[in-house]
């Protein structure tokens, strides 16, 4: 028995975009629609019941705390490796003022091991997608972002995540400017193999 509208499910997946920083217009988005967001990623699948999800909201001046210190890290660890590039850092330090919250995305390990890390980070990615839709169903723009110091142990503890957990990046939110990006996929049908016997 049909208990939702499929319909507007199928509307509302096919909606979804990665909608990126430079069209973010400034607007502030209510935090009572961000604790959705989070509530909905807290209902994704998650093997043993584990919930390996963790996240830190950035909002107000929260999100110069994330600039600052995403583009120091960066800039001490990329210098180190000799990697660093200015363009970059610049970027660390301005995209983060330009969303109303930005979301840092840690899989936190099982301590019992029970469950295989990936099946851990594919949980993870469940509840970003939970949130991804969400945001999309508001008409919120977002798109997860793994640069900069994403997979760094050395931020794991600003994040309030332990040795052996993951950064897995950042989900940036912000009120598009404009249009909503249109979509692109090659047909289902050329990724499939049906097997009947």
Same mark, same amino acid.
């Given at each position: 028995?049909?208990?939702? =509208?499929?319909?507007?499910?199928? *509307?509302?997946?096919?909606?979804?975009?990665? $909608? &990126?920083?430079?069209?973010?217009? %400034?607007?502030?988005?209510?935090?009572?629609?961000?604790?959705?967001?989070? @509530?909905?990623?807290?209902?994704?699948?998650? /093997?043993?019941?584990? @919930?390996?999800?963790?996240?830190?909201?950035? +909002?107000?001046?929260?999100?110069?705390?994330?600039? /600052?210190?995403?583009?120091?890290?960066?800039?001490?660890?990329?210098?180190?490796?000799?990697?660093?590039?200015?363009?970059?850092? *610049?970027?660390?330090?301005?995209?983060?003022?330009? +969303?109303? /919250?930005?979301?840092?995305? !840690?899989?936190?390990? =099982?301590?019992? %091991?029970? $469950?295989? @890390?990936?099946? #851990?980070?594919?949980?993870?990615? +469940?509840?970003?997608?939970?949130?991804?839709?969400?945001?999309?169903? &508001?008409?919120? %723009? +977002?798109?997860?972002?793994?640069? %900069?110091?994403?997979?760094?142990? #050395?931020?794991?503890?600003?994040? =309030?995540?332990?040795? !052996?957990?993951?950064?897995?990046?950042?989900?940036?939110?912000?009120?598009?400017?404009?249009?909503?990006?249109?979509?692109?996929?090659?047909?289902?049908?050329?990724?499939?193999?049906? $097997?009947?016997?």
């Amino acid at each position: 028995m049909k208990k939702f =509208d499929t319909q507007e499910l199928n *509307q509302l997946i096919r909606y979804r975009r990665a $909608v &990126y920083v430079n069209s973010f217009s %400034g607007q502030r988005i209510d935090d009572a629609i961000i604790e959705q967001l989070l @509530e909905n990623a807290n209902w994704a699948p998650t /093997h043993a019941r584990t @919930e390996p999800w963790r996240f830190s909201v950035f +909002c107000d001046e929260g999100l110069q705390t994330l600039a /600052h210190f995403q583009a120091n890290l960066y800039k001490e660890l990329a210098t180190a490796e000799g990697t660093f590039e200015q363009g970059k850092h *610049q970027k660390l330090l301005e995209n983060p003022a330009k +969303c109303s /919250h930005i979301i840092s995305i !840690g899989m936190r390990r =099982d301590p019992k %091991g029970k $469950v295989p @890390e990936i099946e #851990e980070i594919e949980a993870v990615a +469940c509840a970003v997608q939970n949130m991804w839709l969400t945001a999309s169903a &508001y008409g919120i %723009g +977002c798109y997860w972002g793994s640069g %900069g110091i994403t997979y760094k142990e #050395e931020a794991l503890s600003f994040f =309030d995540l332990q040795p !052996g957990d993951r950064l897995l990046g950042f989900l940036y939110l912000g009120i598009p400017k404009g249009p909503w990006p249109e979509g692109r996929r090659q047909p289902v049908a050329e990724k499939i193999r049906w $097997v009947r016997n």
